[in-house]
C-alpha cells in the first residue's frame, strides 16, 4: 500500500520568503509523485510530476520539487512567495500500475501575508 | 477541461443522485474522487473503455458508468450523512507512464 504524510496542515508565510511544504511517501515499488494546487471552489490543478527522470523537478507558477529517495521525501519549494500562491496544497503518490488511482496527503494550507 | 454538473445540490438521506462529468478530449480514462470537508481527495474507482477497472474502499452504492462520447456518471443510492462531500471527476490518458490526471471543479453534495 502506498502513503503520503503532509507535515504540517498549515503554513503561514510572507510575501517574499520562502515557501516549504514538507511530504513523505511511502511506497513499495518506485513512485511517481505529483504536486497539486487547490484554489477555493475549484477543483486540483497539476504543479508538478516525478516520474524517474530527473530528481529536481520545475513546475508552474515557480515551484519546483525534488525526489530524494534516500529520505523518502517530495518537498514542494518556491524561493519567494506572492500573495495568489495562497491556497490548498496536496501531494500525491501513484506508481507504474496505479493507472489514475492516487494516493492523497491530507493537504497543506498556505497562507501568504502582506 | 473536465466539467461537472451540478456543482452543488442537496438530497436527505436514502435519496439517490447521479453526478456527471465531461472528460477532456482525447482521453480514455475517467476516475472518481471523494473529498470530504479538509480531507485530501479519495479514490472512489476508475473506468477505462467504459469498464470498472480499480475500486478504492468504497462500498457497492457507489457505481458510475463511463459513456463512448465522453461522458460519465457517479452514482450513489441509499445515502448517507458521511457521504455529503465534493465529488471530483479526473480524466486522463493511460498509456505507458504515469497517468496525469485533469480534474474538474467538483460537485458538491450535502445530504440532510
Known amino acids: 500500500a502506498q502513503s503520503v504524510t503532509q507535515l504540517g496542515s498549515h503554513v503561514s508565510v510572507s510575501e517574499g520568503a520562502l515557501v516549504l511544504l514538507r511530504c513523505n511517501y511511502s511506497s513499495s515499488v518506485p513512485p511517481y509523485l505529483f504536486w497539486y494546487v487547490q484554489y477555493p471552489n475549484q477543483g486540483l490543478q497539476l504543479l508538478l510530476k516525478y516520474t524517474s527522470a530527473a530528481t529536481l523537478v520545475k513546475g508552474i507558477n515557480g515551484f519546483e520539487a525534488e525526489f530524494k529517495k534516500s529520505e523518502t521525501s517530495f518537498h514542494l519549494t518556491k524561493p519567494s512567495a506572492h500573495m495568489s500562491d495562497a491556497a490548498e496544497y496536496f501531494c500525491a503518490v501513484s506508481d507504474e500500475t496505479s493507472g489514475s488511482r492516487l494516493t492523497f496527503g491530507e493537504g497543506t494550507q498556505l497562507t501568504v501575508n502582506p | 477541461g473536465v466539467t461537472q454538473s451540478p456543482t452543488h445540490l442537496i438530497k436527505t438521506r436514502g435519496q439517490q443522485v447521479t453526478l456527471r462529468c465531461s472528460s477532456q478530449?482525447?482521453?480514455?480514462?475517467v476516475s472518481w474522487y471523494q473529498q470530504a470537508l479538509g480531507q485530501g481527495p479519495q479514490f472512489i474507482f476508475q473506468y477505462y473503455r467504459e469498464e470498472e477497472n480499480g475500486r478504492g474502499n468504497f462500498p457497492p452504492r457507489f457505481s458510475g458508468l463511463q459513456f463512448p462520447n465522453d461522458s460519465s456518471e457517479l452514482n450513489v443510492n441509499a445515502l448517507e450523512l458521511d457521504d455529503s462531500a465534493l465529488y471530483l471527476c479526473a480524466s486522463s490518458f493511460q498509456g505507458s507512464g504515469a497517468n496525469v490526471l485533469t480534474f474538474g471543479a467538483g460537485s458538491r453534495l450535502t445530504v440532510l
Open positions: 478530449s482525447g482521453h480514455n480514462t
